[in-house]
C-alpha cells in the first residue's frame, strides 16, 4: 500500500487543520492506522492510531479533546482533525499503516508500522 498525507500548511495559534492520508494499491480496510509527527531536532512520536475497524482509538494525552482520527474506507483515506494548534504543534506529520488482522488493535510504536507516508508539514505560528 502507498500512503500520501496531504492537508499540511500554515495555521496561527488556536486555529485548525484537516490532515488526509489517501492510500493506494491496496484497500486501507486490512491496515491499523496512525499519525505520527516529527518536530526539528525531536524524534518521531505517535499522535493518534485507529484499529483496522475503527472501532478503537488511541490518542495521546495531549491531543486528547484537540484532536479526531478517523478512516473512511470507501475513500481509502484517514483524516487527522486538529483543533486549538499550539506552537508545539508544528512537525511533519506522517501516516502509517501495519498490515492486520485483528480488528480492534492499535500501535503507537513506530516499528509497528510496515508503511509510511511521505509526511506533511503543519506550522502553527503565533
Known amino acids: 500500500v502507498q500512503l500520501q498525507a496531504s492537508g499540511g500548511g500554515l495555521v496561527q495559534a488556536g486555529g485548525s487543520l484537516r490532515l488526509s492520508c489517501a492510500a493506494s494499491?491496496?484497500?486501507?480496510?486490512?491496515?491499523?492506522l496512525g499519525w505520527f509527527r516529527q518536530a526539528p531536532g525531536k524524534e518521531r512520536e505517535i499522535v493518534a492510531a485507529?484499529?483496522?475497524?475503527?472501532?478503537?482509538?488511541y490518542y495521546t494525552a495531549a491531543e486528547k479533546g484537540r484532536s479526531t482520527i478517523s478512516r473512511d474506507d470507501a475513500e481509502n483515506t484517514m483524516y487527522l482533525q486538529m483543533s486549538s494548534l499550539k506552537l508545539g504543534d508544528t512537525a511533519v506529520y506522517y501516516c502509517?499503516?501495519?498490515?492486520?488482522?485483528?480488528?480492534?488493535?492499535?500501535?503507537?510504536?513506530?516499528?509497528?508500522?510496515?508503511?509510511w507516508g511521505r509526511g506533511t508539514l503543519v506550522t502553527v505560528s503565533s
Open positions: 485507529i484499529s483496522r475497524t475503527g472501532g478503537t482509538i
Open positions: 494499491g491496496r484497500s486501507v480496510s486490512s491496515y491499523a
Open positions: 502509517a499503516a501495519r498490515s492486520e488482522n485483528c480488528g480492534t488493535c492499535y500501535y503507537i510504536r513506530s516499528d509497528d508500522y510496515n508503511y
